[in-house]
């Protein structure tokens, strides 16, 4: 079994910023491709970013250029760096994550529980 926890979520005010943490715990012996998905209330989850073990990374076209994702493979850790926030980045910000299992070397895909981000003056 294996554990995505988020952390970072918070409120902050326009124009500010605020790093998400997604850390993964369990038995694996990689993991692959990580991401950072977003529901607004009302509205269906949407890719925000992602970053493939080779660390090639993807954006959406409404968060290029303010958000930045990364990852710590020795801490099984991605990153989703926001800056310039503004009040429509407001949702439930989750992470996933495509690991490769031990001992079977099956691959399975994950999901964190979420973080709340508030962009509110």
């Known amino acids: 079994q294996v554990q995505l926890v988020e952390s970072g979520g918070d409120l902050v005010q326009p124009g500010g910023s605020l790093r998400l943490s997604c850390a993964a715990s369990g038995r694996f012996f990689r993991i692959n491709r990580m991401g950072w998905y977003r529901q607004a209330p009302g509205k269906q989850r949407d890719l925000v970013a992602l970053?493939?073990?080779?660390?090639?990374?993807d954006y959406a076209d409404s968060v290029k250029g303010r958000f930045t994702i990364s990852r710590d493979d020795a801490k099984n850790t991605v990153y989703l760096r926001m800056a310039s926030l503004k009040p429509e980045d407001t949702a439930v910000y989750s992470c996933d994550a495509d690991v490769t299992l031990r001992p079977t070397g099956t691959n399975f895909h994950y999901w964190g529980q979420g973080t709340q981000v508030t962009v509110s003056s």
């Open positions: 970053i493939t073990s080779g660390g090639n990374t």
